[in-house]
């Protein structure tokens, strides 16, 4: 099993999963992360000794629920709260250059079929949200209420927000770890001259592949 071992481990080690965060890499990665592989990956380091998943749940979403049972009941700990869907400002410049020309086939429609025109110009008014679920804040607490007793820190998320938890980190001499997929990873890490360990994921790919 040593083969398998990727990480060399400094000492005592929490293990931070944005799940939301690395959930998104996965349409650009074209593989998945297997949850309860990733898990049994990280047991085997006996180094490991805290793994936290980070989910939002949706109310009345039997999915999303059930999912986070499914993470309790593999082993992790997991730290939820509801999600939030925001209105999405459609003042910015692509946004507004999306709606003229929009608008434009709308005036193009009502010669054609003024009822078909008119649906679409009262679905463009309706708002538009997204979904927001953000765990920066909690897992910037729970890291730095567990600096002291912790040698090691593996975060599962390339956001670059989390860069001044690792550099807090490196200055308490403790090892730093991102693991990332490429293309999201902040720039923000660009700045460290020593002390962070970058992983991309895909050198994870056999142990972890859904």
Avoid at 10 to 19: A, H, Q, R, Y
Avoid at 119 to 131: F, G, S, T
Avoid at 181 to 207: I, M, T
Wanted: net charge positive; charged share 30%.
């Amino acid at each position: 099993m040593d083969d398998d071992k990727f990480f060399k481990l400094k000492g005592k080690t929490l293990v931070v999963i944005d799940w939301a965060n690395v959930y998104g890499w996965f349409k650009k990665l074209n593989w998945e992360i297997d949850p309860k592989k990733l898990y049994k990956y990280l047991k085997q380091y006996p180094e490991v000794k805290n793994i936290n998943f980070y989910f939002g749940i949706e109310e009345n979403n039997k999915q999303s629920e059930n999912f986070n049972k499914q993470m309790n009941q593999i082993g992790y700990k997991t730290i939820s709260k509801n999600v939030k869907w925001v209105p999405v400002s459609l003042d910015r410049s692509h946004f507004k250059k999306f709606l003229e020309d929009l608008h434009r086939i709308c005036d193009g429609l009502e010669k054609a079929n003024s009822e078909i025109a008119e649906q679409l110009k009262v679905a463009m008014e309706l708002p538009i949200y997204r979904r927001k679920c953000d765990f920066d804040c909690e897992i910037a607490v729970d890291v730095m209420n567990n600096i002291d007793s912790i040698d090691s820190l593996i975060l599962f998320s390339g956001d670059g927000d989390y860069a001044v938890v690792a550099d807090e980190l490196i200055k308490r001499s403790k090892q730093m770890i991102v693991v990332f997929a490429p293309g999201y990873k902040g720039k923000e890490y660009g700045n460290f001259k020593k002390g962070l360990f970058l992983c991309s994921v895909n050198r994870l790919k056999q142990y972890l592949k859904k």
